[in-house]
């Protein structure tokens, strides 16, 4: 499973933006991970196959995942971004059940003023 990426950039503070990630092949569970200056990388949203979706804390009701499972995409729109959004934002893709993961490239997403 290959995933691609796309819509990273340099955002003011309160700004949105979209990243979108397509998948080669269906896959159970998709969502996008950060990563900070540093060894930590953070499930910020994830998207199971059994409808649920989960939020880390820090980006409720400011970030919104979706998927399109015809054509193998995961999105998140990200809004009110804050200057401690900054990171490299990953595509992952896999089964949170048999314990597959499948990474993307990253994308960097800053916000500054």
């Known amino acids: 499973v290959q995933l691609q990426a796309s819509g990273g950039g340099l955002v003011k503070p309160g700004g949105s933006l979209r990243l979108s990630c397509r998948s080669s092949a269906t896959v159970r569970d998709m969502g996008w991970y950060r990563q900070a200056p540093g060894p930590v990388r953070e499930a910020i949203a994830i998207?199971?196959?059994?409808?649920?979706?989960h939020y880390t804390d820090s980006v409720k009701g400011r970030f919104t995942i979706s998927r399109d499972d015809a054509k193998n995409m995961v999105y998140l729109q990200m809004s009110s971004l804050k200057p401690d959004d900054t990171a490299v934002y990953y595509c992952?893709?896999?089964?949170?059940?048999?314990?597959?993961?499948?990474w993307g490239q990253g994308t960097q997403v800053t916000v500054s003023s």
């Open positions: 998207t199971t196959g059994s409808g649920a979706i």
């Open positions: 992952w893709a896999g089964n949170l059940i048999r314990g597959d993961n499948y």
